[in-house]
C-alpha cells in the first residue's frame, strides 16, 4: 500500500472522524497541519448540513472543503462549488407518507436553514446536535422561500427497519439513503456523496488511485467507490466493510488518525528519496 501518491483526503464525520461524543481529536488538527504541507487537499463530507460541519471542524472551515447534505451542497471557503436542489414537488410527494408512519420525524433541509413541524423536546435535543440553523413551522409543504435540499428524517429506534421499507420505492426516482443508525435522507439522484467527490477529482486532476475515503454508514458507500484506498471503520455498516478495501480501527479508537499518521510518514520518507 504506497500511501505516498495520495493527493486527497476525504473522511465523513458522524460515526468516523468525530467520536461518539461527536468531537474531533486534537490529534486529526495537528495532523492536518503536517499534511497540508504536503498540498493534500482535505474534504469533510457528511450527510450534516453545512453549518454544523463547520462548527464541528473550527479553524479549518475556511481552510478545507466542506460536502454537506450528502452530497447535495459543497463549498470551499466562501466560494459555492455545488448545489443540487431538490425537484419542485417533491415535499407533496414524500411528506404524506412520512406523516402516516409511527414516531417519525422529517427535517425539511434548505439551504439557509432546516424546517421542522414538532418542538416535542426529546426530539429538538437529538436534533440540536446536527442541525444549527433551523425553523419550526406548522406544514412543511408550505415552505417556500429556500434552496431544498434533502428532506431527512429521523426514528428513535431504527431508520432501516422503520423509515426505509415505507420509502424503499422511490429508490428508482431518487437517492433513498439509510445515513445512520435513526436517519434515512432522500435527495435527488445525483445529491450524493459520490457525485460530489467525482466533481472535486475532476476539479482538482485527482485520480482514484491518489484518493483516500474514510466512511461508516450507507451514504459513503459511492464515494468509498471512488478511492483506491477505500477505509471502513471498524464500527461501520456491514455495507460499508464489504465495500471497502481496507478497515481501520472505530472512530473511538481513533481510526482516522491510525491512517493519517501513516500517511504522514509515507510522504516524509518520500520526500527523502
Not at 463530507?45 to 453545512?50: D, E, K, L, M, Y
Not at 428524517?153 to 445515513?179: C, G, R, T, W
Request: charged share 25%; glycine share 6%.
Amino acid at each position: 500500500m504506497d500511501l505516498s501518491k495520495v493527493k486527497m483526503v476525504v473522511t465523513d464525520m458522524d460515526g468516523t472522524l468525530l467520536n461518539s461524543k461527536g468531537q474531533i481529536s486534537s490529534t486529526f488538527f495537528n495532523l492536518y497541519s503536517e499534511l497540508k504541507k504536503f498540498d493534500i487537499e482535505f474534504v469533510a463530507a457528511s450527510g450534516r448540513p453545512f453549518d454544523s460541519i463547520t462548527n464541528k471542524i473550527g479553524s479549518l472551515k475556511d481552510e478545507i472543503t466542506i460536502v454537506s447534505e450528502n452530497g447535495a451542497y459543497a463549498k470551499h471557503g466562501g466560494k459555492e462549488l455545488l448545489i443540487t436542489n431538490l425537484n419542485p414537488g417533491r415535499s407533496d410527494q414524500i411528506l404524506p407518507i412520512l406523516r402516516g408512519l409511527e414516531g417519525v420525524y422529517p427535517v425539511l433541509c434548505g439551504k439557509n436553514f432546516a424546517y421542522l413541524e414538532t418542538n416535542e423536546k426529546r426530539f429538538i435535543e437529538v436534533f440540536n446536535e446536527y442541525y444549527v440553523s433551523y425553523k419550526i413551522v406548522d406544514d412543511l409543504t408550505k415552505v417556500n422561500n429556500d434552496n431544498f435540499l434533502k428532506i431527512a428524517v429521523y426514528h428513535f429506534d431504527s431508520s432501516e427497519k422503520f423509515i426505509y421499507p415505507a420509502v424503499k420505492h422511490l429508490e428508482n426516482e431518487m437517492q433513498v439513503k439509510v445515513s445512520g443508525e435513526h436517519w434515512v435522507d432522500l435527495s435527488e439522484t445525483n445529491a450524493n456523496k459520490g457525485y460530489a467527490i467525482d466533481f472535486l477529482q475532476n476539479k482538482w486532476r485527482i485520480t482514484k488511485e491518489e484518493t483516500m475515503v474514510f466512511g461508516d454508514f450507507n451514504n459513503d458507500l459511492e464515494m468509498l467507490a471512488l478511492a483506491e484506498f477505500s477505509f471502513a471503520m471498524e464500527n461501520a455498516h456491514p455495507n460499508v466493510l464489504k465495500a471497502a478495501n481496507y478497515m481501520t480501527k472505530s472512530n473511538d479508537d481513533h481510526g482516522v488518525e491510525f491512517v493519517l499518521e501513516q500517511l504522514l510518514e509515507a510522504k516524509k520518507k518520500s520526500e527523502l528519496i
